[in-house]
């Protein structure tokens, strides 16, 4: 879901907001809610190839008795093309509703795009000791399976169905009842957020804005046809958080930007794996994405990496782990270990290159290693007791509150406190977070009038092999 910013940022982890675009190569589509409907691709196929079935040689008149039967023959041979198994076929509806565990039995669920490792590491792909570890991490594997074709399911659905016109609530809210309907978990009672459904808010950062933007209550924000809007969202099974990403367009203007950034994340993930240097991963990632520039409205910007967000590990529960991956090159020389899970995200802009902290804050998190301070007011109290029973150290955001109740966490201070001159009038969630409890994620965006794209991938270093988990047919 997040991005970790540094240079001038001590905080980050989630997702933001606007930027500029640039021209140059095109490779691969671009995600967008008309070409990214991946469920119409095996149909257009079936067609053409329905066409062709029903296309036979014309023969001589003289032969018409031997004409009839070959041609009786040639109808007797055709069979229906079958259709590649995806989980569209299952019986997924529209919106998405059904659970993936009654589309996948026996938590049979697919395979992430599984990467083998090379030169030094090459040997584990058959060594039985490597072989033997990777099968212990059977349940590990089923959860992010799972998060993953939850996300798969959900982006799908999703990608078809944005629209310019759509508000920005909407579109977020809808992808939020997916999840939480595939993963079987609403989250409205105590307890039922921490065993699956959302990862993190869903984030829906417009143009300049590149990370942590999500629609808080009231927020009558609706999508343009010009907008480059970062659709950024978690899915989470047992503590295990699926993270990624993409990036809808309407405009092929913003074509090149787009496939800057997702050429940009592919070869982050080309280089990522165990023992390599986080300097080696940003080098490639910055190469690829610079080497792209986009033309927007007569102008020709060059795609810049946006060097203060970085991918990261994820750990259980906590969707920022002690680990940054860096998409410009530079000296950090920690390297990526056996068993570690990361999110490989870049961020490409056709401003500065670098995001700041703006606008209003919709996402929040507690923190992993909060300090046992003594809250002033009860209504504190009573609020870090709700986050702790329904997210932990799972981000979460001021709309998720409003679902469970906590409509007056806004409010000024406790009514049970005695309000004089010398007693600051401070929110509940101010009070957690000035209380270095819980954080605060605000939007980060670079300049305006630039435009900001993003792709993201959840990587599992498994001792015989990289696996890709969150990678599908679209990205």
Same mark, same amino acid.
């Given at each position: 879901m997040a991005a970790t910013a540094h240079e001038g940022l001590d905080k980050l982890t989630m997702n933001g907001a606007p930027h500029d675009s640039v021209a140059g190569k095109t490779d691969g !589509? %671009? !995600? #967008?809610?008309?070409?990214? *409907? +991946?469920?119409?691709?095996?149909?257009?196929?079936?067609?053409?190839?329905? =066409?062709?079935?029903?296309?036979? #040689?014309?023969?001589?008149?003289?032969?018409e008795t031997e004409t009839a039967t070959t041609a009786t023959k040639k109808k007797k041979k055709r069979k229906p093309k079958k259709k590649k198994a995806s989980s569209a076929s299952t019986g997924q509806t529209s919106p998405p509703r059904v659970l993936v565990s009654q589309l996948f039995p026996n938590d049979t669920y697919p395979e992430g795009e599984s990467v083998p490792y090379v030169n030094e590491n090459a040997y584990r792909t058959t060594n039985e000791e490597?072989?033997?570890?990777?099968?212990?991490?059977?349940d590990f594997l089923t959860d992010y399976r799972q998060a993953a074709e939850v996300h798969r399911q959900v982006r799908r659905w999703a990608k078809q169905h944005i629209q310019p016109g759509q508000t920005l609530m909407e579109i977020a809210e809808g992808i939020e009842d997916g999840v939480r309907a595939l993963t079987g978990h609403a989250g409205l009672e105590e307890g039922d957020n921490l065993i699956a459904g959302m990862g993190f808010p869903t984030g829906l950062s417009l143009n300049n804005c590149?990370?942590?933007? #999500? !629609? *808080?209550?009231?927020?009558?924000?609706?999508?343009? +046809?010009?907008? =480059?809007?970062k659709v950024?969202?978690?899915?989470?099974?047992? @503590?295990?958080?699926?993270?990624?990403?993409f990036t809808v367009t309407f405009d092929p203007v913003y074509d090149n930007l787009l496939a800057a950034v997702r050429d940009a994340t592919n070869a982050g993930i080309r280089e990522a794996g165990i023992d390599v240097r986080m300097s080696d991963i940003g080098s490639a990632i910055q190469e690829a994405m610079e080497s792209y520039e986009v033309e927007i409205r007569g102008t020709t910007f060059p795609v810049k990496a946006v060097r203060n967000l970085n991918g990261h590990s994820i750990e259980p529960y906590s969707i920022h782990g002690l680990k940054s991956v860096p998409i410009v090159?530079? @000296?950090?020389?920690? %390297?990526?270990?056996?068993?570690e899970t990361f999110a490989i995200e870049t961020f490409g802009s056709t401003g500065r290159g670098f995001v700041r902290e703006d606008m209003e804050t919709s996402h929040y998190a507690k923190r #992993?290693?909060? !300090?046992?301070?003594?809250?002033?007011?009860?209504?504190?109290k009573s609020l870090l007791n709700t986050i702790n029973k329904n997210f932990g150290t799972l981000p979460f955001c001021r709309r998720y509150l409003d679902r469970l109740g906590q409509a007056k966490y806004l409010l000024g201070v406790d009514h049970m406190l005695t309000v004089s001159v010398s007693v600051p009038v401070l929110t509940q969630l101010n009070n957690l977070v000035s209380s270095g409890i819980v954080e605060a994620y605000p939007p980060l965006c670079d300049v305006k009038g630039s435009y900001t794209a993003q792709f993201e991938h959840t990587i599992l270093l498994r001792p015989t092999v990289k696996e890709v988990v969150s990678r599908g047919d679209d990205y």
């Open positions: !589509p %671009k !995600p #967008t809610a008309e070409s990214s *409907n +991946h469920g119409d691709s095996d149909d257009e196929h079936e067609e053409g190839a329905g =066409v062709a079935r029903y296309c036979y #040689t014309l023969t001589a008149p003289a032969a490597k072989r033997h570890l990777d099968r212990m991490q059977h590149a990370a942590h933007y #999500t !629609p *808080n209550a009231g927020n009558k924000i609706v999508l343009a +046809h010009q907008d =480059v809007m950024d969202f978690g899915v989470h099974v047992n @503590g295990r958080i699926l993270d990624s990403a090159k530079g @000296g950090d020389q920690t %390297k990526m270990e056996e068993g #992993t290693e909060a !300090p046992n301070v003594s809250l002033r007011l009860s209504s504190a």
